[in-house]
Structures are given as C-alpha cells and as structure tokens.
C-alpha cells in the first residue's frame, strides 16, 4: 500500500512562488509512478506533471509548462511542485498520486493512490 501526505499550500500573490510537497510511504520512489493534479471550484481534475520513475523525465500540462518544476528526492522518498509565476487561474485543491505502472499517465483514474489534497489560493 502506498500513502501520501501534501504539505505547502496557502495563499499567495500572482506572480509569487510556492513549493508543495508530498511525502511517500509504503514504497520508494523508484517504485512508483508519480504526479501532480489539480482540481478548480467545480471543475474535474486536471493533470499538471509527472515523472518516469526510472529516467526522471517530466511531462507538463501546457497551462503551467515554464512555470512549473517536479522535483524529486529519492534520500527523503519526497517529490515537490515548484510554482513559480503564479496567476488566479491556478487556484485549486493539488493532489499528489502514485501508480505502480510505468508510464506517468496524465489520466487521473490511472493512479489508484491519492493523497488529501493542498489547498492553493492565488489573488489577484
């Protein structure tokens, strides 16, 4: 079994930056595949990023590409969501998921693991 916990969100200003966490138990981050979504007031959820376990590539929706960082720390079984630059439509509730498949899906029902959800309110 795998859980996860986020950690980081908050209010913040456009154009500020935020960094979000996410810490793994139950499995190594060599072990399962990782990603960020995010889900607006009365909206589904929509991927952000996520990372191939064993090469470290990222992939990233085109809404915050240039914007947004996947950091992984393997020693702390920890990954992170650097938000840089960021603008009122990135308000929403950020969840970290992990799949024991390879590939970093960007669909949502292809991670059986979700943490609690961080709450991120950007102001104008």
């Known amino acids: 079994q795998v859980q996860l916990a986020e950690s980081g969100g908050g209010l913040v200003q456009t154009g500020e930056s935020l960094t979000l966490s996410c810490v793994v138990s139950g499995r190594t981050l060599s072990e399962v595949t990782m990603g960020w979504f995010r889900q607006a007031p009365g909206k589904g959820r929509d991927f952000v990023t996520a990372i191939n376990r064993n090469s470290g590539a990222t992939y990233y929706s085109d809404s915050v590409k240039g914007r947004f960082t996947f950091v992984r720390d393997n020693a702390k079984n920890t990954v992170y969501l650097q938000m840089n630059n960021v603008s009122p439509e990135d308000t929403a509730l950020y969840y970290c998921?992990?799949?024991?498949?390879?590939?970093?899906?960007?669909?949502?029902?292809?991670?059986?693991?979700w943490g609690q959800g961080t709450l991120v309110t950007v102001s104008s």
């Open positions: 998921a992990a799949a024991r498949t390879l590939w970093p899906s960007r669909s949502a029902s292809d991670y059986p693991y």
